[in-house]
Protein backbone atom coordinates (compact mmCIF):
# COMPACT_ATOMS: atom_id res chain seq x y z
CA UNK A 1 0.00 0.00 0.00
CA UNK A 2 2.61 2.35 0.92
CA UNK A 3 4.47 2.21 -2.76
CA UNK A 4 1.08 2.85 -4.55
CA UNK A 5 0.28 6.01 -2.24
CA UNK A 6 3.77 7.78 -2.60
CA UNK A 7 2.73 8.26 -6.41
CA UNK A 8 -0.95 10.05 -5.70
CA UNK A 9 1.10 12.75 -3.44
CA UNK A 10 3.32 13.52 -6.19
CA UNK A 11 0.57 13.99 -8.36
CA UNK A 12 -1.43 16.30 -6.03
CA UNK A 13 1.64 18.27 -5.30
CA UNK A 14 2.48 18.72 -9.14
CA UNK A 15 -1.45 19.78 -9.75
CA UNK A 16 -0.90 22.15 -6.90
CA UNK A 17 1.83 23.72 -8.20
CA UNK A 18 0.40 24.17 -11.26
CA UNK A 19 -2.71 25.76 -10.39
CA UNK A 20 -0.70 28.16 -8.67
CA UNK A 21 1.33 28.83 -11.60
CA UNK A 22 -2.41 29.89 -13.37
CA UNK A 23 -3.31 31.89 -10.75
CA UNK A 24 -0.02 34.22 -10.82
CA UNK A 25 -0.30 34.42 -14.35
CA UNK A 26 -3.63 36.13 -14.49
CA UNK A 27 -3.43 38.17 -11.68
CA UNK A 28 -0.06 39.52 -14.00
CA UNK A 29 -2.55 39.88 -16.70
CA UNK A 30 -5.33 41.90 -14.89
CA UNK A 31 -2.78 44.00 -13.00
CA UNK A 32 -2.76 46.91 -15.48
CA UNK A 33 -6.17 47.08 -15.80
CA UNK A 34 -6.57 47.19 -12.09
CA UNK A 35 -4.48 50.13 -11.94
CA UNK A 36 -5.64 52.20 -14.86
CA UNK A 37 -9.32 51.50 -13.51
CA UNK A 38 -7.97 52.53 -9.98
CA UNK A 39 -6.31 55.42 -11.85
CA UNK A 40 -9.53 56.76 -13.32
CA UNK A 41 -11.45 56.43 -10.29
CA UNK A 42 -8.95 58.62 -8.46
CA UNK A 43 -8.98 61.10 -11.20
CA UNK A 44 -12.71 60.78 -11.00
CA UNK A 45 -12.83 61.43 -7.44
CA UNK A 46 -9.96 63.88 -7.48
CA UNK A 47 -12.14 66.03 -10.06
CA UNK A 48 -15.15 65.35 -8.49
CA UNK A 49 -13.66 66.52 -5.30
CA UNK A 50 -12.25 70.05 -7.21
CA UNK A 51 -15.60 71.17 -8.62
CA UNK A 52 -17.68 70.24 -5.47
CA UNK A 53 -14.68 72.42 -3.56
CA UNK A 54 -15.32 74.81 -6.40
CA UNK A 55 -18.92 75.10 -5.46
CA UNK A 56 -18.49 75.38 -1.92
CA UNK A 57 -16.30 78.30 -2.22
CA UNK A 58 -18.96 80.10 -4.31
CA UNK A 59 -16.74 80.48 -7.40
CA UNK A 60 -19.24 80.03 -10.25
CA UNK A 61 -17.03 78.08 -13.06
CA UNK A 62 -17.67 77.31 -16.73
CA UNK A 63 -16.57 74.33 -18.92
CA UNK A 64 -17.16 73.79 -22.88
CA UNK A 65 -16.96 70.26 -24.20
CA UNK A 66 -14.51 71.34 -26.79
CA UNK A 67 -11.71 73.84 -27.44
CA UNK A 68 -12.77 74.29 -31.33
CA UNK A 69 -15.46 73.70 -33.61
CA UNK A 70 -16.35 74.90 -36.51
CA UNK A 71 -19.60 76.54 -37.75
CA UNK A 72 -22.49 74.75 -37.93
CA UNK A 73 -21.60 72.98 -35.42
CA UNK A 74 -22.72 72.36 -31.43
CA UNK A 75 -21.11 72.41 -28.56
CA UNK A 76 -22.22 71.80 -24.51
CA UNK A 77 -21.63 74.23 -21.89
CA UNK A 78 -22.06 73.17 -18.23
CA UNK A 79 -20.94 74.66 -15.19
CA UNK A 80 -21.15 74.57 -11.28
CA UNK A 81 -21.09 76.98 -8.02
CA UNK A 82 -24.00 79.27 -9.51
CA UNK A 83 -26.83 79.99 -7.37
CA UNK A 84 -29.48 77.24 -7.14
CA UNK A 85 -32.78 78.49 -9.31
CA UNK A 86 -30.85 81.81 -11.62
CA UNK A 87 -31.19 82.67 -14.90
CA UNK A 88 -28.37 82.44 -16.95
CA UNK A 89 -27.49 83.64 -20.62
CA UNK A 90 -25.21 81.76 -22.75
CA UNK A 91 -23.50 83.62 -26.04
CA UNK A 92 -20.64 83.00 -27.99
CA UNK A 93 -18.54 86.56 -28.51
CA UNK A 94 -15.79 87.72 -30.73
CA UNK A 95 -12.72 89.90 -29.13
CA UNK A 96 -12.56 88.46 -25.90
CA UNK A 97 -10.54 86.51 -23.42
CA UNK A 98 -10.98 85.03 -19.72
CA UNK A 99 -8.75 87.31 -18.52
CA UNK A 100 -10.06 90.99 -20.10
CA UNK A 101 -13.66 90.04 -20.85
CA UNK A 102 -15.76 90.81 -23.99
CA UNK A 103 -14.06 94.09 -24.84
CA UNK A 104 -16.85 95.64 -27.16
CA UNK A 105 -19.74 94.45 -24.46
CA UNK A 106 -22.55 92.34 -26.16
CA UNK A 107 -22.27 94.08 -29.22
CA UNK A 108 -19.26 91.58 -29.84
CA UNK A 109 -21.53 88.18 -29.14
CA UNK A 110 -24.08 86.61 -31.42
CA UNK A 111 -27.25 87.49 -29.26
CA UNK A 112 -29.96 85.79 -31.83
CA UNK A 113 -28.09 82.54 -31.46
CA UNK A 114 -27.62 82.57 -27.40
CA UNK A 115 -29.57 80.13 -24.93
CA UNK A 116 -30.78 80.55 -21.95
CA UNK A 117 -29.97 77.86 -18.73
CA UNK A 118 -31.67 77.74 -15.52
CA UNK A 119 -29.69 76.19 -12.40
CA UNK A 120 -30.10 73.61 -11.06
CA UNK A 121 -30.79 72.69 -7.39
CA UNK A 122 -27.02 71.63 -6.89
CA UNK A 123 -25.85 74.61 -8.26
CA UNK A 124 -25.03 73.20 -12.08
CA UNK A 125 -26.43 73.96 -15.63
CA UNK A 126 -25.88 72.13 -18.79
CA UNK A 127 -26.89 73.77 -22.57
CA UNK A 128 -26.41 72.99 -25.99
CA UNK A 129 -24.72 76.12 -28.00
CA UNK A 130 -25.12 76.13 -31.70
CA UNK A 131 -21.54 77.61 -32.96
CA UNK A 132 -22.44 80.41 -35.15
CA UNK A 133 -19.88 83.05 -36.43
CA UNK A 134 -19.82 86.08 -33.75
CA UNK A 135 -19.59 89.60 -35.06
CA UNK A 136 -16.57 90.13 -34.10
CA UNK A 137 -13.31 88.50 -35.41
CA UNK A 138 -11.74 86.16 -32.88
CA UNK A 139 -10.19 85.59 -29.82
CA UNK A 140 -13.68 83.94 -29.36
CA UNK A 141 -15.04 82.94 -25.90
CA UNK A 142 -18.30 81.39 -24.39
CA UNK A 143 -19.81 84.45 -22.45
CA UNK A 144 -22.40 83.33 -19.68
CA UNK A 145 -23.94 85.55 -17.12
CA UNK A 146 -26.47 85.85 -14.93
CA UNK A 147 -30.17 87.66 -15.48
CA UNK A 148 -31.73 86.96 -11.92
CA UNK A 149 -30.47 86.00 -8.76
CA UNK A 150 -26.41 85.60 -9.16
CA UNK A 151 -25.40 88.14 -11.65
CA UNK A 152 -21.91 86.84 -12.10
CA UNK A 153 -19.91 86.83 -15.44
CA UNK A 154 -17.44 84.34 -16.53
CA UNK A 155 -15.66 83.51 -19.66
CA UNK A 156 -14.62 80.25 -21.48
CA UNK A 157 -12.13 80.64 -24.42
CA UNK A 158 -12.93 78.94 -27.65
CA UNK A 159 -12.38 79.00 -31.21
CA UNK A 160 -14.22 79.11 -34.29
CA UNK A 161 -13.15 77.54 -36.51
CA UNK A 162 -12.62 79.75 -39.84
CA UNK A 163 -13.61 82.13 -38.43
CA UNK A 164 -10.89 85.61 -38.33
CA UNK A 165 -8.68 86.28 -35.76
CA UNK A 166 -7.67 89.84 -34.79
CA UNK A 167 -5.60 91.13 -32.39
CA UNK A 168 -7.99 92.17 -29.28
CA UNK A 169 -8.47 95.94 -29.58
CA UNK A 170 -7.13 98.66 -27.69
CA UNK A 171 -9.78 99.51 -24.69
CA UNK A 172 -9.73 103.29 -25.83
CA UNK A 173 -13.10 103.20 -26.14
CA UNK A 174 -15.90 105.00 -24.03
CA UNK A 175 -18.39 103.10 -20.95
CA UNK A 176 -21.90 103.49 -21.82
CA UNK A 177 -24.18 102.44 -18.62
CA UNK A 178 -27.80 102.05 -19.22
CA UNK A 179 -30.38 101.22 -16.46
CA UNK A 180 -31.81 97.50 -17.19
CA UNK A 181 -34.62 97.29 -14.22
CA UNK A 182 -36.62 99.82 -12.49
CA UNK A 183 -35.34 101.58 -10.00
CA UNK A 184 -36.86 101.71 -6.14
CA UNK A 185 -36.63 103.41 -3.30
CA UNK A 186 -35.67 101.40 -0.71
CA UNK A 187 -36.11 102.59 3.36
CA UNK A 188 -38.92 103.97 5.20
CA UNK A 189 -39.26 107.04 7.89
CA UNK A 190 -38.21 106.67 11.54
CA UNK A 191 -40.14 108.43 14.78
CA UNK A 192 -37.75 111.19 14.08
CA UNK A 193 -38.62 111.85 11.17
CA UNK A 194 -42.18 112.43 12.55
CA UNK A 195 -41.06 115.13 14.34
CA UNK A 196 -39.25 117.12 11.62
CA UNK A 197 -36.01 114.73 11.19
CA UNK A 198 -34.62 114.73 7.97
CA UNK A 199 -36.57 112.05 5.57
CA UNK A 200 -33.79 109.51 3.75
CA UNK A 201 -34.26 106.68 1.26
CA UNK A 202 -31.83 104.56 -0.67
CA UNK A 203 -32.24 104.75 -4.39
CA UNK A 204 -31.28 100.79 -5.86
CA UNK A 205 -31.09 100.22 -9.63
CA UNK A 206 -28.96 97.90 -12.03
CA UNK A 207 -27.16 99.15 -14.28
CA UNK A 208 -25.06 97.52 -17.24
CA UNK A 209 -22.10 98.65 -19.44
CA UNK A 210 -23.64 99.05 -22.93
CA UNK A 211 -20.01 100.61 -24.43
CA UNK A 212 -16.63 99.16 -25.35
CA UNK A 213 -14.38 100.33 -22.25
CA UNK A 214 -15.06 99.17 -18.73
CA UNK A 215 -16.43 101.93 -15.74
CA UNK A 216 -14.54 102.54 -13.28
CA UNK A 217 -15.66 104.23 -9.95
CA UNK A 218 -18.27 106.09 -11.68
CA UNK A 219 -19.94 109.39 -10.83
CA UNK A 220 -23.70 109.70 -10.52
CA UNK A 221 -25.86 113.07 -9.71
CA UNK A 222 -28.56 112.52 -7.45
CA UNK A 223 -31.16 115.38 -7.75
CA UNK A 224 -34.17 115.90 -5.44
CA UNK A 225 -36.91 118.35 -6.89
CA UNK A 226 -40.40 119.41 -5.29
CA UNK A 227 -42.95 120.72 -7.71
CA UNK A 228 -41.70 122.66 -10.84
CA UNK A 229 -38.96 123.36 -8.70
CA UNK A 230 -35.27 122.74 -10.21
CA UNK A 231 -33.99 119.58 -8.94
CA UNK A 232 -30.81 120.13 -6.31
CA UNK A 233 -27.96 117.46 -7.28
CA UNK A 234 -25.38 115.73 -5.26
CA UNK A 235 -22.36 113.97 -6.67
CA UNK A 236 -22.50 110.22 -5.15
CA UNK A 237 -19.55 108.02 -5.95
CA UNK A 238 -19.97 104.40 -6.53
CA UNK A 239 -16.94 102.18 -6.13
CA UNK A 240 -16.05 99.46 -8.26
CA UNK A 241 -15.50 98.56 -11.83
CA UNK A 242 -18.31 97.87 -14.78
CA UNK A 243 -16.84 96.04 -17.28
CA UNK A 244 -18.22 95.80 -21.12
CA UNK A 245 -21.35 93.50 -21.11
CA UNK A 246 -21.75 93.09 -17.36
CA UNK A 247 -24.11 95.00 -15.31
CA UNK A 248 -24.14 96.28 -11.48
CA UNK A 249 -25.79 96.55 -8.69
CA UNK A 250 -26.25 100.63 -7.32
CA UNK A 251 -27.41 101.60 -4.52
CA UNK A 252 -27.24 105.47 -3.50
CA UNK A 253 -28.41 107.26 -0.04
CA UNK A 254 -30.80 110.12 -0.68
CA UNK A 255 -31.53 113.10 1.93
CA UNK A 256 -34.07 115.37 2.12
CA UNK A 257 -33.74 118.70 4.41
CA UNK A 258 -34.94 118.73 7.45
CA UNK A 259 -38.89 119.10 8.01
CA UNK A 260 -39.47 118.41 4.63
CA UNK A 261 -42.68 117.60 3.29
CA UNK A 262 -44.91 116.61 0.00
CA UNK A 263 -44.47 114.93 -3.09
CA UNK A 264 -40.73 115.18 -4.64
CA UNK A 265 -39.35 113.62 -7.22
CA UNK A 266 -35.51 111.82 -7.58
CA UNK A 267 -33.46 111.32 -10.27
CA UNK A 268 -29.79 109.61 -11.11
CA UNK A 269 -28.01 111.01 -13.63
CA UNK A 270 -24.26 110.08 -15.42
CA UNK A 271 -22.62 111.70 -18.20
CA UNK A 272 -25.60 114.22 -18.59
CA UNK A 273 -28.47 111.47 -19.20
CA UNK A 274 -31.09 110.97 -17.15
CA UNK A 275 -31.13 107.28 -15.90
CA UNK A 276 -33.87 107.00 -13.57
CA UNK A 277 -36.40 108.69 -11.70
CA UNK A 278 -38.85 107.53 -9.08
CA UNK A 279 -41.38 110.03 -7.20
CA UNK A 280 -41.31 110.16 -3.60
CA UNK A 281 -44.65 111.22 -1.64
CA UNK A 282 -43.38 112.19 1.78
CA UNK A 283 -45.76 112.93 4.96
CA UNK A 284 -46.65 115.96 6.73
CA UNK A 285 -44.33 115.71 10.10
CA UNK A 286 -47.29 116.37 12.28
CA UNK A 287 -45.25 115.88 15.58
CA UNK A 288 -43.88 119.36 14.69
CA UNK A 289 -47.66 121.06 14.01
CA UNK A 290 -48.56 119.38 17.39
CA UNK A 291 -45.37 120.97 19.37
CA UNK A 292 -46.54 124.26 17.85
CA UNK A 293 -50.34 123.69 19.15
CA UNK A 294 -49.39 122.78 22.34
CA UNK A 295 -46.90 126.09 22.25
CA UNK A 296 -49.89 128.19 21.36
CA UNK A 297 -51.73 126.80 24.43
CA UNK A 298 -49.68 126.23 27.04
CA UNK A 299 -48.21 130.00 26.31
CA UNK A 300 -50.70 132.09 26.33
CA UNK A 301 -51.89 129.88 29.89
CA UNK A 302 -48.40 130.47 31.48
CA UNK A 303 -48.45 134.17 30.92
CA UNK A 304 -52.36 134.46 32.12
CA UNK A 305 -51.31 132.75 35.53
CA UNK A 306 -48.35 134.79 35.76
CA UNK A 307 -50.23 138.05 35.64
CA UNK A 308 -52.86 136.46 37.66
CA UNK A 309 -50.10 135.99 40.63
CA UNK A 310 -48.79 139.38 39.95
CA UNK A 311 -52.06 141.01 40.42
CA UNK A 312 -52.63 138.77 43.54
CA UNK A 313 -49.65 140.06 44.86
CA UNK A 314 -50.03 143.53 44.23
CA UNK A 315 -53.74 143.75 45.86
CA UNK A 316 -52.11 141.54 48.92
CA UNK A 317 -49.87 144.87 49.81
CA UNK A 318 -52.48 147.58 49.50
CA UNK A 319 -54.89 145.45 51.86
CA UNK A 320 -51.84 145.46 54.18
CA UNK A 321 -51.14 148.93 53.54
CA UNK A 322 -54.69 149.99 55.29
CA UNK A 323 -55.20 150.77 59.03
CA UNK A 324 -57.71 148.43 60.66
CA UNK A 325 -59.85 150.17 63.52
CA UNK A 326 -59.74 149.21 66.65
CA UNK A 327 -62.66 148.59 69.06
CA UNK A 328 -63.07 150.26 72.17
CA UNK A 329 -61.94 148.71 75.79
CA UNK A 330 -64.94 147.69 77.59
CA UNK A 331 -62.68 147.16 80.71
CA UNK A 332 -60.90 150.45 80.50
CA UNK A 333 -61.79 154.11 81.77
CA UNK A 334 -64.04 154.71 78.58
CA UNK A 335 -61.67 155.89 76.19
CA UNK A 336 -62.62 155.24 72.59
CA UNK A 337 -60.55 154.46 69.87
CA UNK A 338 -59.12 156.71 67.51
CA UNK A 339 -60.37 156.14 63.81
CA UNK A 340 -57.32 156.16 61.71
CA UNK A 341 -58.23 159.05 59.28
CA UNK A 342 -59.18 161.60 62.64
CA UNK A 343 -56.38 163.16 64.55
CA UNK A 344 -56.74 165.28 67.26
CA UNK A 345 -55.94 167.97 65.52
CA UNK A 346 -58.12 167.84 62.79
CA UNK A 347 -61.17 167.88 65.41
CA UNK A 348 -63.67 170.96 64.80
CA UNK A 349 -63.31 173.65 66.74
CA UNK A 350 -65.72 176.88 68.14
CA UNK A 351 -63.97 179.11 65.49
CA UNK A 352 -64.14 177.19 63.13
CA UNK A 353 -66.63 177.86 60.19
CA UNK A 354 -68.07 174.53 59.78
CA UNK A 355 -69.82 175.38 63.58
CA UNK A 356 -70.87 178.49 63.75
CA UNK A 357 -74.04 178.10 62.64
CA UNK A 358 -74.41 175.06 64.87
CA UNK A 359 -73.89 177.09 68.32
Known amino acids: ?27 LALLPAVAASAASSVSSVSVASAASAASAAGDPTVAV ?18 KAGALLMVLLCGQGTPEKGVVGGTNSCANTDGRAATVDPRGAFSVKLPVVAPPRPCPCVVHVSGV ?15 HPTAPLPDNAGDGRLAVLTAARLDGSSGVLTWFGAPPGRTVVLTVGNLGTAPVRDPVFLVGTARGVLAASDEEHQWRGTIKPGQKARIELDVELSAGAHGDYRVSVSYGGKVLAEQP ?16 AVVVPAALFRIGMVLVDRAGG ?10 PADADGPGTTAVLPWFHPG ?5 NSPTTKGLT
Open 1 to 27: MRPAAAPARTALARTRTALVALLAALA
Open 65 to 82: SGNEAPKGGEITVSGTGW
Open 148 to 162: TGQQDVVDAAFTVAG
Open 280 to 295: WKVGRPWGVVLFWVLL
Open 317 to 326: RNRHSVPVPV
Open 346 to 350: SAPSE
